[in-house]
């Protein structure tokens, strides 16, 4: 980003260490309702209006290396081929055969030979998704093959970054993410290459995990021997953006100080002082979380598995470049990652327990966790708010705090 942004997110850390409260005029927030995290009616809605109604990051290019190359997704209830033709095109469709329902492919990642054939009884598509041959097509009355291509899923990249939208309506991927992409360059997005992958499993609804990377108010508390010895929270700018996206910059203490993980890791020259100096995490709405910094980044990817059990998946990338990529210091980097991620997740089934019981009430948010507050207005939007049974809605209070440039 411009010299502009730099200066305006270090003035910004000024006010913040130096405030004695919120801004004049901050509203105080309401409770967020505990229903959200587990009335399975609200979840059936948050399935319909969020998850198969947003961008969500799917894969990375690397992981479908070839034409024909592809993986099996199911992350929001549906099974989606991800596959890739020439020239780095990569298409998605439903893993449904247009005559019985039949899967077309059954194996989690491949590749297939410029066909995809049902296993039921084989009827063929080709790469575009194309119904292209039919056994015993004499049998058939009067069957459009051209009528019965694949469902598609739209599918976009930005860079080698793969997102699908299973709203057949949704805006492009990159006038949705509206800040974010001017933010993203400066990363190079074409030239970033996977490193490592893992997933793991969390026994809390999606959201709970997901507001804790919302805040940097645990800090002191869960991350005491980790985080909170090289961040200063007290600094932290949180920049809300359209479309429920935003970003928190959190000084570190010391802006010199470098993460023993990435000594001598190569860095990607156009990253500009707030993502090398401090830690600047972004959120694509809803659900990836990625402090970017000039030597990679991972992508956390948040995903409801039930209404009390969710996986977050892990992706780390580097700038491409065969000694960038297997560095070996990658391994240090990635178990230190891991054991901060422990500590988010360590208290995430009490919680769980506490949301369900009498005990619970509702979400209580201060100024500094607001955007968690952000992200939960958005979701009644997506959703549609009469849509949501008054007692688990949001108030929208946040508005006038968005900033759209
Ligand atoms: S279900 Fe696919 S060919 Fe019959
Ligand atoms: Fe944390």
């Not at 319909?48 to 992350?75: F, M, R, T, V």
């Not at 000039?294 to 470049?321: E, K």
Request: proline letters at 7%; aromatic letters at 10%.
């Amino acid at each position: 980003m411009d010299d502009a942004f730099t200066e305006n997110v270090l003035l910004a850390m000024e006010y913040e260490r130096q405030r004695k409260e919120p801004p004049e005029g901050f509203p105080k927030l309401p409770l967020i309702p505990g229903g959200r995290y587990t009335d399975p009616e609200f979840q059936q809605l948050e399935l319909e209006g969020l998850w198969k109604n947003s961008w969500l990051y799917a894969c990375h290019l690397d992981e479908i290396p070839e034409q024909g190359s592809y993986l099996l997704w199911n992350k929001t209830s549906s099974p989606i081929i991800l596959l890739r033709d020439k020239d780095k095109v990569v298409r998605a469709f439903y893993n449904t055969c247009q005559h019985r329902g039949g899967p077309l492919l059954k194996d989690a990642k491949g590749k297939v030979d410029g066909r995809l054939v049902c296993g039921y009884h084989g009827w063929c598509y080709n790469l575009q998704g194309e119904l292209t041959s039919i056994r015993d097509k004499r049998d058939f009355v009067d069957l459009d093959l051209s009528s019965r291509s694949l469902t598609t899923v739209k599918c976009e990249r930005i860079g080698n970054w793969v997102f699908i939208n299973e709203n057949p309506l949704a805006e492009p991927l990159i006038d949705h993410l509206q800040l974010i992409p001017a933010h993203l360059q400066q990363f190079q997005p074409d030239n970033i290459r996977l490193v490592h992958s893992k997933s793991y499993d969390v026994d809390c609804n999606v959201k709970i995990l997901l507001d804790a990377f919302f805040e940097v108010y645990h800090l002191s508390s869960i991350h005491q021997n980790t985080v909170d010895r090289f961040l200063d929270h007290r600094g932290t700018v949180i920049k809300l953006w359209p479309n429920g996206h935003s970003t928190m910059i959190t000084p570190n203490r010391n802006p010199e100080w470098v993460d023993p993980g990435t000594v001598n890791m190569a860095e990607i020259a156009t990253v500009t002082e707030i993502p090398t100096k401090h830690n600047m995490s972004l959120n694509f709405y809803p659900n990836l979380v990625s402090p970017m910094t000039n030597t990679g980044m991972p992508f956390l990817t948040f995903w409801p598995v039930s209404i009390n059990t969710m996986q977050v998946d892990c992706h780390w990338f580097a700038p491409a470049g065969e000694e960038n990529e297997s560095h070996p210091l990658w391994e240090t980097r990635i178990e230190n990652f891991e054991r901060i991620l422990y500590e988010d997740t360590q208290f995430a089934p009490q919680i769980q327990e506490s949301v369900e019981s009498p005990g619970f009430e509702g979400v209580t948010l201060n100024y500094q966790e607001r955007r968690i507050y952000h992200w939960h207005e958005e979701l009644d939007r997506r959703i549609g708010i009469e849509r949501i049974p008054e007692h688990l809605r949001v108030a929208p209070l946040l508005e006038s705090y968005i900033e759209k440039t």
